[in-house]
């Protein structure tokens, strides 16, 4: 499996930005998709953001279409998440996962998809 550890969480003021990095160790990670997801006060885990493993391709959750930018870096094992333009409804505890299976042609939405996970770090947005 791969270990995931988030930072860049924090508080911020709406219409604010943060820039989120999940940094991967263990097995290889280049090969595999990785993705972003959130749990907000009360909610189930919500799909944020995926990037396939060569980075070729992104999908965003429609709330955060053109607002958030997920990108990786295979040379740092790093995948990030810029988040510009920030709303209270942006407040939760993002989580970074890398996918169990390797080379996937498409950005993988599904929880399921994902075996390994950091712990999370919160984002808290002030309207």
């Known amino acids: 499996q791969v270990q995931l550890m988030e930072s860049g969480g924090g508080f911020v003021q709406a219409g604010g930005s943060l820039r989120l990095s999940c940094a991967a160790s263990?097995?290889?990670?280049?090969?595999?998709?990785a993705g972003w997801f959130r749990q907000r006060p009360g909610k189930e885990h919500e799909f944020v953001a995926g990037?396939?493993?060569?980075?070729?391709?992104?999908d965003y959750a429609s709330s955060v279409q053109g607002r958030f930018t997920i990108s990786r870096d295979n040379v740092k094992n790093t995948v990030y998440l810029q988040m510009t333009n920030l709303k209270a409804g942006d407040t939760a505890v993002y989580y970074c996962?890398?996918?169990?299976?390797?080379?996937?042609?498409?950005?993988?939405?599904?929880?399921?998809?994902?075996?390994?996970w950091g712990k999370g770090t919160q984002v808290t947005v002030s309207s």
């Open positions: 263990g097995r290889v990670f280049s090969d595999v998709a």
């Open positions: 996962a890398a996918a169990g299976s390797a080379y996937s042609a498409r950005v993988l939405q599904s929880p399921n998809d994902y075996s390994s």
């Open positions: 990037v396939t493993w060569n980075a070729r391709s992104t």
